[in-house]
């Protein structure tokens, strides 16, 4: 089976920055889409940012500027790299991705998240 496993959350004082990595592992043929999805307490789950197998990426308005999505393909890991956080940065971060298995079949992954603080 596929697993993807986020890391790299953690508290932080707003101003400052954080890198989260998520690494997909198990039988994977290929990884089209990877995605950041975020949120918070009573809200609902948002994406971020995401990125094509080729390298296109795209933005959610409120993150523009200071976040910047990239991938490793040789590693099967996809980086969030958050620059300039503020408080309503605070959410679990999950990766999603849009993987080709053994057999040529589709396959939709999630991480477990992981906890991002950001203090004023």
């Known amino acids: 089976q596929v697993q993807l496993v986020e890391s790299g959350g953690g508290l932080v004082q707003a101003g400052g920055s954080l890198r989260l990595s998520c690494a997909a592992s198990?039988?994977?043929?290929?990884?089209?889409?990877m995605d950041w999805y975020r949120q918070a307490p009573g809200k609902q789950r948002d994406l971020v940012a995401g990125i094509t197998s080729g390298g296109s990426t795209a933005y959610a308005d409120s993150v523009k500027g200071r976040f910047t999505i990239s991938r490793d393909n040789a590693k099967n890991t996809v980086y969030l790299q958050m620059n300039s956080l503020k408080p309503e940065d605070t959410a679990v971060y999950y990766c999603n991705a849009d993987l080709i298995v053994p057999g040529s079949r589709t396959y939709n992954a999630w991480g477990q998240g992981t906890q991002v603080t950001v203090s004023s």
């Open positions: 198990g039988s994977i043929f290929s990884i089209n889409a």
